[in-house]
């Protein structure tokens, strides 16, 4: 007896438990079903879910739990379909690739449920959405035959003022990221809902926020944005910062840490010396214009004991080649620009 994929549906529609209900296999009747109970890697990746899933909603409210068993349908569907070639679940045995690909699916669904935790003394959990279609563009030798859409962000369990105003801020956050991925004609999410759109078909695009660190004075969220345009060389990516202040109960501004108006000129001197030093020939002389504008942006800045992390992204300073390039400038060296408790918000 194993646990599968198609028990957990049960689950949705009872309290929190313990453990998932169990599968015969003797009894599998879907290809799905039948592929799980075939192979070892996806049995023991379907007990696994079954035991993050079964922990993710335990202790939340009725109304977190609602979100998170929304999400279980949402990918239930999608885990059926997106190892296709036509977006439809899989008729027939599952090819080798077909049964990797949906070990990989489990996998990272398994990671998404792991973030449903307590840390810092608040309760989070993911709020998610999953699209998969057929990519029109493709023919019978096209190595990307459907499309995919993941969007993944996190909400605190609550109804107080600080979960209250930490879920506005992810929310905010939500209706930028779906600004940012239109084309002009397609939103990334249908206007005033929460279903992903059927518009794009020939890209994969994947959006997750998660947790980074909390501390007393504030929660940081880091988000990786993903995209790849089937037929690309490769995929495209973006990594950015979200703070949230607890005693605020607010984003974090930039004169939370920095005092005066000179401040921005300083940083970028000292950030524009730094990844020229750190990046040597392969620097691109002609981002320094964009510096300026880069290091006064809070959704870049990261904060560690050693010092101001700013983060650029592919191709900003560098070629592909060397990544989302990272600058830390020292405490030290910023003694002079800092707001008076900017450093205990940036490190305690």
Same mark, same amino acid.
């Given at each position: ?40 890697? %996806? $049995? =023991?990746?379907?007990?696994? %879910? ?8 335990? *202790? ?7 979100? +998170? ?9 999608y885990a059926a379909r997106v190892c296709s070639d036509d977006?439809?679940?899989? !008729? *027939? ?9 949906? +070990? ?8 998404? @449920? ?25 023919? $019978?030798?096209?190595?990307? =035959? +459907? !499309? ?12 107080d003022d600080l979960a209250t105003a930490f879920n506005a801020?992810?929310?905010?956050? /939500? ?5 940012? $991925? ?8 249908? &206007? ?18 998660? #947790?980074? $660190?909390?501390?007393?004075? /504030? ?30 109960? /607010?984003?974090? &501004? ?10 921005? &000129? ?7 010396? &730094?990844?020229? !030093? ?21 959704? /870049? ?6 010092? @101001?992390? #700013? ?5 900003? +300073? ?31």
């Open positions: 007896m194993i646990r599968i994929v198609l028990a957990l549906a049960a689950l949705l529609f009872l309290a929190p438990v313990a453990q998932a209900a169990s599968f015969d296999c003797a009894r599998a009747a879907t290809s799905m079903e039948k592929a799980i109970c075939s192979s070892p890697d %996806l $049995s =023991k990746e379907d007990e696994t %879910l079954a035991i993050a899933y079964a922990t993710a909603i335990g *202790g939340l409210s009725a109304a977190a739990l609602d979100q +998170v068993k929304a999400a279980q349908h949402g990918w239930l569907d977006a439809r679940p899989i !008729a *027939g045995t599952y090819t080798a690739d077909q049964s990797q690909c949906l +070990v990989g699916t489990y996998k990272d669904r398994i990671a998404s @449920l792991e973030t449903s935790r307590m840390l810092g003394g608040y309760r989070f959990y993911p709020f998610e959405r999953y699209l998969v279609e057929q990519d029109t563009d493709a023919d $019978s030798n096209s190595f990307n =035959k +459907v !499309a995919t859409k993941h969007f993944e962000t996190v909400k605190i369990d609550g109804t801020m992810t929310e905010q956050m /939500r209706a930028d990221y779906d600004a940012s $991925s239109s084309d002009g004609d397609t939103a990334f999410f249908v &206007k005033g809902t929460d279903t992903l759109t059927t518009g794009d078909t020939t890209d994969d695009i994947d959006i997750t926020t998660t #947790v980074k $660190s909390v501390t007393d004075y /504030r929660i940081t969220l880091e988000t990786t944005q993903s995209w790849y345009g089937h037929g690309a060389a490769h995929p495209n990516y973006g990594i950015s910062y979200a703070h949230f202040l607890v005693q605020e109960k /607010r984003p974090l &501004k930039a004169s939370d840490i920095f005092k005066g108006d000179d401040w921005q &000129k300083t940083l970028t001197t000292l950030v524009t010396d &730094k990844v020229k !030093a750190q990046l040597g020939d392969a620097y691109f002389a002609d981002s320094e214009s964009d510096i300026p504008n880069f290091v006064a942006d809070t959704s /870049r800045w990261d904060f560690s004991q050693e010092g @101001l992390i #700013v983060q650029f992204q592919p191709y900003e +300073v560098a070629s592909y080649a060397d990544g989302a390039v990272t600058v830390t400038i020292p405490w030290d060296q910023l003694t002079d620009l800092l707001a008076d408790n900017g450093q205990a918000i940036a490190t305690y």
